[in-house]
Each structure stands twice: as structure tokens, then as C-alpha cells.
């Protein structure tokens, strides 16, 4: 769906490139995109007719083990991450697919399986090498340029281009426990309502989402039940695999199971068990919200949406937060929902182009029916290119500071092909 031709794509190496490609696209006048892992699915990674700074080959990281630190660069996806720091049992906290890339998602806030333990991947970020709009390379973190890495933590790429991260790591694994429960779609509502009081419960090293979809075609499920609707409970037990195994008992008692796939395998493979579902080429149209309670009402309406799946591969995803993800307060970065305990992603996902009508209007549709539940908040990095308008909410309060540290580090909005913030 995202199909746009650049005049120049600058595949640059080090950071020199970069200050090269930044200054050629002010100095005449070109519009500027940026790629990191190129995931997004605003699409914002390309632009027609300007300069592309491509970041795909800078991927090199260094792991100090000694004092828990990864220095990473700029265009690094997740699977480069977690392979550079599993190699010393260690981890910082990133979203659920490997082929993101390390900085779209940093820069809007990043949350994964790690993030009830260990917060935000922003709450790891030490510091960041940021080439500005003027050119000049510049790091970010608490005692440099303060209000530029209060700006970076969730400002998305509207402050420059940064070419390297360096995150403080936390042990995990490399042997975690972790796996997949799945029941009926007949078994839903009481499924879902039992999670919601488990995970109140549940220890931080606990994190539990749920996936509503078709059952794709796993090994371990019965054929009766392939193509059938499904609820899934996905969960990690981030500490010593022992002690979480008679924590997840009961999730095996929510109902009559179809299958499960649960059992220690590496940190490191289980942040890839969810890529074979995103075969490249797919259309995509995502909605989402945020939640600080799951109400009966938005189950209802979950339920009735999965009734509905315009496609085999659309799905809703109840991710989990809380936990060291609240723990910050909300004008500690530009990202501020420190009350969102759950976010929603309606994944519209279908292959082709005739059945466009159909997959935007489900997610839309849903996504109405689901408002009335939500916090009214946003997560800017699921945000499609048609959204500019929920910008706003994604950052609440703490818009007009980001839109003063636009102003001091990019008055005229070179970098603007991004859930766009104008410079106060
Ligand atoms: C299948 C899928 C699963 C996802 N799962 C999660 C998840 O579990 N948790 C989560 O938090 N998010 C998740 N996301 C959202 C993800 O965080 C965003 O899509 C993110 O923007 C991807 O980063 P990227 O570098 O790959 O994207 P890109 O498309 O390369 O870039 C995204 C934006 O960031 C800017 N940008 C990229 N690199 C840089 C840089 N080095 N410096 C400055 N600006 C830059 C770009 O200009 C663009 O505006 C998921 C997305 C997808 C498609």
C-alpha cells in the first residue's frame, strides 16, 4: 500500500553520511525522509521525490557486559539487538517482532514482553547521538542537551536523525519460559474476563496479551481447528523458568483448552515467534486504543468483530502494560501514558487490493465500537498515515514542550515526514 519514489536514497555507513544527507536536503530544499527498520505502517520511512537517508546499514552494536550497557546504531533491527546482547544473557525491553527496527520504535516509546518488568524500551535509554537539522552531531541524555532527550524519548523523528542508542540491560534468559494457550472463540468472554482479573494479580516477571484471530495453521492445534476462531493467551515468565511454572498453571483453567505450546526456549526465539505471520507484500490498515481497565463492553465488542474478520490474517492484539511501564510520571518524556495498562491493535492485514474496502472499513467500524472503552490516548508509532489529527492525544499535555523543543532543534520541520509535530 505504501508505494512512493524517492529522487535519492543515501545509504549512509557512519554518522558523516548523515550529516551529509541532512545538509544536502536542507541546502536545496528536498523533502527528507528517514529510514530505520522501515516498519512503520504510516509509511513514513520513504517519501516521493526527495532524499531517503537510509539507515539499513548501520547496524553495529557493542555490548559492554560489565556494566550492563548496548551501544546500537541507528538503522539496527530488534533480531540485531536481542542477538548482540542475548549472547551475555542480557536484554533491554523492545516490541514482540524482530524485523522492527531498534529506532522507530525507541523513538515513539517501544513496549514488549519485557515491559512490565522492566518499563518502556525510553525508560533504558541512556543516551542518543542525534544529528540535528543544522547539521551538527549532537548526544542527547539527562545532563546533555536535557530538553532534547526529554523530546526524543516518544517524539517519534521529528527532532533529527539519531545514528546511535545506548540502552542499560537487564539479565534475562537466555532460557525463558513462554509460549501460546489457545481456547475457542465460544469460550472468549469468560477467557477474557478471567485474564483481566489474573493479570491484577500477576507478578511483574508475568506478562500475559491476548490475540483474538483465525487459527493459523500450528502444529500443535488440532486440522478440526485451523481456520476456526480462536482467543489466544501469549505470556513470558521473565525470571527463572521454576519459579514461573506453577505461576502460569492456572491460565490452563480458564477453560477447555484446544492446544497449548508452552516451554523454555531462548528469550532470543521467542521475540521471533510472531514474524512468520507477517509475510512481506501483505496490505495493512491498523487501528488502536488505549485502555487503563478492560470492561465488559469491549469484550462484547471484541467478540463481535472477530465474527466479522474480513481476512485470514486480520487479528486484534490486547497487549499488556503496567507494572514498571506506570511507574514514571507522565511529564518525565515527551510519551506520557503512564495510566495505559493495556493497548489495542486492530491489525487489518490481507494480501489483495480489491478487498481494500472491506479490511479498512472493519478496522474503522471496530475501532468505533471499541472508543466508548478506551482512554482517549494514542500510541504514536501505531498510528496510520491518515491519523495526523490523533497526534495530539497521543501526547496530551505534553504537546506544547515537544512543540518548544521542535522549535529550539528544527524551526523549519525538515523532518516531517512523521506523525508531525509543528514547531511551536
Ligand atoms: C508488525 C509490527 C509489530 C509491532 N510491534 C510493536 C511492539 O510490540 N511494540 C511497539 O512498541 N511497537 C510495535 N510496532 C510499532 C513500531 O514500533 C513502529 O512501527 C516503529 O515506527 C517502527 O520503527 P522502524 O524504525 O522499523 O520504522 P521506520 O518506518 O523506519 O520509521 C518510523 C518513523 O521513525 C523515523 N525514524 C526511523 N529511524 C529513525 C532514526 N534513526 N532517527 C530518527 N528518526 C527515525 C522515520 O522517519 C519514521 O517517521 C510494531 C509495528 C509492526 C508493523
Given at each position: 500500500?505504501?508505494?512512493?519514489?524517492?529522487?535519492?536514497?543515501?545509504?549512509?555507513?557512519?554518522?558523516?553520511?548523515v550529516?551529509?544527507?541532512?545538509?544536502?536536503?536542507?541546502?536545496?530544499?528536498?523533502?527528507?525522509?528517514?529510514?530505520?527498520?522501515?516498519?512503520?505502517?504510516?509509511?513514513?520511512?520513504?517519501?516521493?521525490?526527495?532524499?531517503?537517508?537510509?539507515?539499513?546499514?548501520?547496524?553495529?552494536?557493542?555490548?559492554d557486559?560489565?556494566?550492563?550497557?548496548?551501544?546500537?546504531?541507528?538503522?539496527?533491527?530488534?533480531?540485531?539487538?536481542?542477538?548482540?546482547?542475548?549472547?551475555?544473557?542480557?536484554?533491554?525491553?523492545?516490541?514482540?517482532?524482530s524485523?522492527?527496527?531498534?529506532?522507530?520504535?525507541?523513538?515513539?516509546?517501544?513496549?514488549?514482553w519485557?515491559?512490565?518488568?522492566?518499563?518502556?524500551?525510553?525508560?533504558?535509554?541512556?543516551?542518543?547521538?542525534?544529528?540535528?537539522?543544522?547539521?551538527?552531531?549532537?548526544?542527547?541524555?539527562?545532563?546533555?542537551?536535557?530538553?532534547?532527550?526529554?523530546a526524543?524519548?516518544?517524539?517519534?523523528?521529528?527532532?533529527g536523525?539519531?545514528?546511535?542508542?545506548?540502552?542499560?540491560?537487564?539479565?534475562?534468559?537466555?532460557?525463558v519460559?513462554?509460549?501460546?494457550?489457545?481456547?475457542?472463540?465460544?469460550?472468549?468472554?469468560?477467557?477474557?474476563?478471567?485474564?483481566?482479573?489474573?493479570?491484577?494479580?500477576?507478578?511483574?516477571?508475568?506478562?500475559?496479551?491476548?490475540?483474538l484471530?483465525?487459527?493459523?495453521?500450528?502444529?500443535?492445534?488440532?486440522?478440526?481447528?485451523?481456520?476456526?476462531?480462536?482467543?489466544?493467551?501469549?505470556?513470558?515468565?521473565?525470571?527463572?523458568?521454576?519459579?514461573?511454572?506453577?505461576?502460569?498453571?492456572?491460565?490452563?483453567?480458564?477453560?477447555?483448552?484446544?492446544g497449548?505450546h508452552?516451554?523454555?526456549q531462548?528469550?532470543?526465539a521467542?521475540?521471533?515467534?510472531?514474524?512468520?505471520?507477517?509475510?512481506?507484500?501483505?496490505?495493512?490498515?491498523?487501528?488502536?486504543?488505549?485502555?487503563?481497565?478492560?470492561?465488559?463492553?469491549?469484550?462484547?465488542?471484541?467478540?463481535?468483530?472477530?465474527?466479522?474478520?474480513?481476512?485470514?490474517?486480520?487479528?486484534?492484539?490486547?497487549?499488556?502494560?503496567?507494572g514498571?511501564?506506570?511507574?514514571?510520571?507522565?511529564?518525565?518524556?515527551?510519551?506520557?501514558?503512564?495510566?495505559?495498562k493495556?493497548?489495542?491493535?486492530?491489525?487489518?492485514?490481507?494480501?489483495?487490493?480489491?478487498?481494500?474496502?472491506?479490511?479498512?472499513?472493519?478496522?474503522?467500524?471496530?475501532?468505533?465500537?471499541?472508543?466508548?472503552?478506551?482512554?482517549?490516548?494514542?500510541?504514536?508509532?501505531?498510528?496510520?498515515?491518515?491519523?495526523?489529527?490523533?497526534?495530539?492525544?497521543?501526547?496530551?499535555?505534553?504537546?506544547?514542550?515537544?512543540?518548544?523543543?521542535?522549535?529550539?532543534?528544527?524551526?523549519?520541520?525538515l523532518?516531517?515526514?512523521?506523525?508531525?509535530?509543528?514547531?511551536?
Amino acid at each position: 500500500m505504501i508505494d512512493k519514489r524517492p529522487a535519492v536514497i543515501a545509504r549512509c555507513a557512519i554518522t558523516p553520511d548523515v550529516v551529509r544527507g541532512v545538509n544536502f536536503a536542507r541546502d536545496n530544499g528536498l523533502l527528507l525522509a528517514v529510514r530505520g527498520g522501515g516498519h512503520n505502517i504510516a509509511g513514513s520511512a520513504v517519501c516521493d521525490d526527495g532524499l531517503v537517508i537510509d539507515l539499513s546499514r548501520m547496524k553495529a552494536a557493542r555490548v559492554d557486559p560489565g556494566r550492563r550497557r548496548v551501544a546500537i546504531e541507528g538503522g539496527a533491527t530488534l533480531a540485531d539487538l536481542d542477538a548482540a546482547t542475548q549472547a551475555h544473557g542480557l536484554a533491554t525491553p523492545v516490541g514482540i517482532n524482530s524485523t522492527t527496527g531498534v529506532a522507530g520504535l525507541t523513538l515513539g516509546g517501544g513496549f514488549g514482553w519485557l515491559s512490565r518488568k522492566y518499563g518502556m524500551t525510553i525508560d533504558n535509554l541512556d543516551s542518543a547521538e542525534v544529528v540535528t537539522a543544522a547539521g551538527q552531531v549532537v548526544r542527547a541524555s539527562a545532563t546533555e542537551h536535557p530538553d532534547l532527550f526529554w523530546a526524543l524519548r516518544g517524539g517519534g523523528g521529528n527532532l533529527g536523525v539519531v545514528t546511535r542508542f545506548e540502552f542499560r540491560l537487564h539479565p534475562v534468559g537466555p532460557d525463558v519460559l513462554s509460549g501460546l494457550i489457545v481456547y475457542p472463540i465460544s469460550e472468549a468472554k469468560p477467557v477474557l474476563q478471567q485474564y483481566r482479573e489474573f493479570l491484577a494479580k500477576a507478578p511483574e516477571e508475568l506478562t500475559v496479551w491476548t490475540v483474538l484471530r483465525q487459527a493459523p495453521p500450528l502444529p500443535f492445534l488440532p486440522e478440526r481447528v485451523h481456520g476456526q476462531e480462536i482467543v489466544v493467551l501469549a505470556l513470558i515468565y521473565a525470571g527463572d523458568p521454576k519459579q514461573g511454572a506453577p505461576l502460569i498453571e492456572p491460565l490452563r483453567r480458564f477453560g477447555t483448552a484446544l492446544g497449548e505450546h508452552v516451554g523454555v526456549q531462548p528469550y532470543a526465539a521467542w521475540q521471533q515467534a510472531f514474524d512468520p505471520l507477517l509475510t512481506a507484500g501483505a496490505r495493512n490498515y491498523w487501528k488502536s486504543h488505549n485502555f487503563s481497565t478492560l470492561a465488559d463492553g469491549l469484550f462484547d465488542a471484541v467478540i463481535a468483530a472477530v465474527g466479522t474478520l474480513p481476512s485470514p490474517q486480520c487479528e486484534i492484539i490486547i497487549a499488556a502494560l503496567g507494572g514498571a511501564t506506570a511507574r514514571p510520571a507522565p511529564a518525565s518524556a515527551a510519551y506520557g501514558h503512564r495510566d495505559t495498562k493495556f493497548v489495542m491493535n486492530v491489525h487489518g492485514r490481507w494480501e489483495d487490493p480489491a478487498d481494500d474496502k472491506l479490511g479498512i472499513g472493519w478496522a474503522r467500524d471496530f475501532f468505533s465500537a471499541a472508543a466508548p472503552f478506551a482512554t482517549g490516548g494514542a500510541y504514536v508509532n501505531f498510528l496510520t498515515a491518515d491519523e495526523g489529527d490523533r497526534v495530539r492525544s497521543a501526547y496530551g499535555p505534553n504537546y506544547d514542550r515537544l512543540a518548544q523543543v521542535k522549535r529550539t532543534y528544527d524551526p523549519n520541520n525538515l523532518f516531517r515526514m512523521n506523525q508531525n509535530i509543528e514547531p511551536a
